[in-house]
């Protein structure tokens, strides 16, 4: 069965870092594009990052670009999301997504996703 289990949220205060890490099980991990999303109260479901399952590609949305990166460790199972600079607008449940077939920023390219981990940013 696909597990992914998201992992590195917190509290942490404007201009902070936080380093989002999640570890996929139960599917061959290297043939699938993964991705961050982040949803925030009353918000819609927002793309944040996405990388290509040989770890040459990536996409990043525009209010990230410069502060979040997306990469991964194939050996490990794990896609990251190192988040530098962060604002209070960057709180949201995070959630990593994965699917086989082309990376990129939009949701259906998506079959399956963590529970989500929650991240903070405040004062």
């Known amino acids: 069965q696909l597990h992914l289990i998201e992992s590195g949220g917190g509290l942490v205060q404007p201009g902070g870092s936080l380093r989002l890490s999640c570890v996929g099980s139960g599917f061959g991990f290297d043939q699938y594009s993964m991705a961050w999303f982040r949803q925030a109260p009353g918000k819609e479901q927002e793309a944040v990052s996405a990388?290509?399952?040989?770890?040459?590609?990536?996409t990043t949305a525009e209010p990230v670009q410069g502060r979040f990166t997306i990469s991964r460790d194939n050996a490990e199972n794990t896609v990251y999301l190192q988040m530098d600079n962060l604002r209070p607008e960057d709180t949201a449940t995070y959630y990593c997504a994965a699917g086989l077939g082309s990376y990129g920023l939009i949701a259906r390219y998506y079959d399956h996703w963590g529970q989500g981990t929650q991240v903070t940013v405040s004062s």
């Open positions: 990388i290509s399952s040989n770890e040459r590609y990536t």
